[in-house]
């Protein structure tokens, strides 16, 4: 167990210790607690929420939808309260996260194709506003831990100047769970930080969902839940690639012959248990009555590297629903109808305006925002406010061969990978994305990437427009396109009208200056404003000129002269 670590009271009171300086009973901490609450009067009707974002969990990696993985927490937490059965996020982590944070959809921010890039001086488009601005300016204190993957080239980019008070984490994620490193190709470096700075002196090689689910609980400890509303995002690496995890966590499941698969259960499990824990802080330091908690995937799962979406069609990085139909649940005392499943559609951008309202935020016009606030149809089972959802417009990936205007009835190049959902209907032109529905990977002498027991169907090959009855046809076997031309005329219209709203894409090359060994070995900003640059020139001009001979200030300047490019 994730708690026996150390004995539980000797965890928690080891964070009290460190924020009072001396070490207070469990009974002394509630009593203060309680103090602190009538001191500053009533508590706030605004709730405390924390958003849990989980990376590449598949539809079929949680207990309560027939999982082998065992995941006792999410499925209690998932039954009390309400599981999100139509739930949709995007196919990849930038596009999720950065729909998360605006409430916009990507034809909307510029960020309609693949991921940001390690390399790349791109990050989520600065005037955006973000959720956590919005809970700031409504009073919230406002926290992240874990992954970001919005950008990094410059200062303004990062988190805490995207509206967090505090940042513990990664700028990438999906690096070594416990040294904290990423390579991107050949470009290795530090990435784990506390606020701007990498965080060496916090780091003690500990495994990220451990790490970070301490990191929270001492937020938790060190704020008062009574005194100001508090906003955690909490963004784990977990269960993404590399498969890594404590030895301990493998041994519930020996049966599992294929490794990989064994190695994900086990980092799920973890999960599950990181999960417990910042539970029971949350009620330990009195938030829990007053909290909101969202749990989601960030995306489908990767049967290559152990996740499942069985029976759903397609995997991460796809427009099938294995890429976008996902792991989705509330959890929350404040919620009306407990214990029920929400069928209505709910999309990743809703929680912007779901979570600001809740939290008696303001949503103004000029924010165009294309999620919905979804509160009432998941609390109180009312009609959702969405009918449909743009998966996606990427106009630059073009790579459907038999795509043309004349597929798309002269009113869609259905070379275009795109994908919108209408009601029951799913439209998709282009390229999809590996299509295979791909059981669960569980049989004994069976390499995983062999594929050969996988589902396909040959008369896929060579389309470029799909259409499903997803109500009818969750798996997506039976595509209607040719039986229903007349829906598809009018989802292609949809799908063009949509796109005289897109902005231009923003997928810049990449820039060899973000190389961490050109900042001290560290992946962080590495685009200078004028102010900074002029200050960086008079520190390199003082110390080198006056410390280092003629040779060694020649490489140095070089490498200055490689970085202003
Ligand atoms: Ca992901």
């Known amino acids: 167990m994730f708690i026996s670590w150390v004995p539980l009271s000797l965890f928690f009171g080891c964070i009290i210790s460190q924020t009072w300086g001396v070490q207070m009973s469990w009974e002394n901490w509630n009593a203060e607690l309680h103090n602190q609450g009538n001191e500053f009067g009533k508590s706030s009707s605004q709730p405390h929420i924390i958003f849990i974002l989980v990376d590449d969990q598949g539809f079929r990696d949680v207990g309560y939808h027939g999982s082998d993985i ?6 209690r937490l998932a039954a009390e309260g309400v599981k999100l059965e139509n739930y949709y996020v995007q196919p990849l982590c930038s596009p999720s996260r950065s729909q998360l944070m605006t409430g916009r959809y990507q034809i909307h921010t510029g960020l309609q194709h693949s991921v940001i890039r390690a390399a790349q001086p791109n990050c989520l488009p600065l005037e955006n506003v973000t959720l956590p601005q919005k809970l700031k300016n409504a009073g919230y204190s406002t926290h992240m831990v874990g992954k970001w993957h919005l950008g990094f080239y410059k200062r303004g980019c990062l988190p805490t100047q995207r509206g967090f008070d505090t940042f513990f984490g990664s700028l990438l994620g999906s690096g070594d769970y416990y040294s904290h490193y990423k390579c991107q190709g050949p470009m290795c470096g530090y990435d784990l930080y506390e606020g701007e700075e990498a965080a060496w002196e916090q780091d003690r090689g500990l495994y990220s969902t451990e790490m970070f689910t301490q990191k929270a609980v001492s937020i938790l400890a060190n704020h008062n839940p009574r005194k100001q509303p508090l906003f955690l995002y909490l963004a784990y690496q977990a269960v993404h690639s590399p498969l890594q995890v404590p030895a301990r966590y493998l041994e519930r499941y020996k049966g599992i012959p294929n490794p990989y698969r064994r190695k994900y259960a086990a980092m799920v499990s973890c999960l599950d248990e990181a999960i417990h824990n910042l539970t029971l802080a949350l009620k330990h330091y009195g938030y829990y009555d007053n909290t909101v908690i969202v749990y989601s995937s960030d995306n489908g799962g990767q049967p290559l590297a152990g996740g499942s979406n069985w029976p759903l069609r397609g995997s ?11 792991v989705g649940f509330v959890h929350s005392p404040l919620l009306m109808n407990k214990g029920t499943k929400c069928r209505s559609l709910i999309h990743i951008t809703d929680w912007f305006p779901t979570l600001v309202t809740l939290g008696e935020g303001t949503l103004d016009e000029d924010l165009n925002l294309d999620g919905y606030d979804v509160w009432e149809t998941i609390s109180e089972g009312r009609p959702s406010p969405r009918h449909d959802i743009l998966h996606n417009i990427d106009p630059i990936y073009i790579k459907a061969k038999n795509g043309s205007w004349k597929a798309g009835y002269g009113l869609w190049n259905t070379a275009i990978q795109a994908a919108l959902r209408v009601g029951h ?13 791909v059981p669960p990977q569980t049989f004994l002498n069976q390499r995983l990437t062999t594929r050969l027991h996988n ?10 427009i799909w259409l499903f009855n997803i109500t009818a046809d969750p798996y997506e076997r039976v595509d209607l396109s040719q039986r229903y031309p007349h829906i598809v005329k009018k989802m292609l219209m949809r799908l063009a009208q949509y796109n005289k709203t897109a902005v231009p894409v923003c997928y810049p090359t990449k820039d060899l200056r973000s190389n961490p060994q050109y900042n ?23 110390l080198f000129t006056n410390h280092l001979g003629k040779k060694r200030w020649e490489k140095k300047t070089k490498n200055t002269k490689l970085r202003r490019g």
């Open 70 to 75: 065992k995941t006792p927490t999410l499925d």
């Open 425 to 437: 209907w799913k439209l998709l032109t282009g390229v999809p994305g590996y299509s295979d529905w």
């Open 455 to 464: 589902e396909r169907v040959p008369w896929d090959r060579g389309k470029s």
């Open 316 to 326: 991460k990085a796809t427009y099938w629903e294995g890429g976008i139909r996902t």
């Open 520 to 542: 001290g070995g560290v992946w962080g900003p590495w685009h200078k404003d004028v102010r900074e640059q002029q200050e960086e020139d008079e520190m390199y001009n003082n």
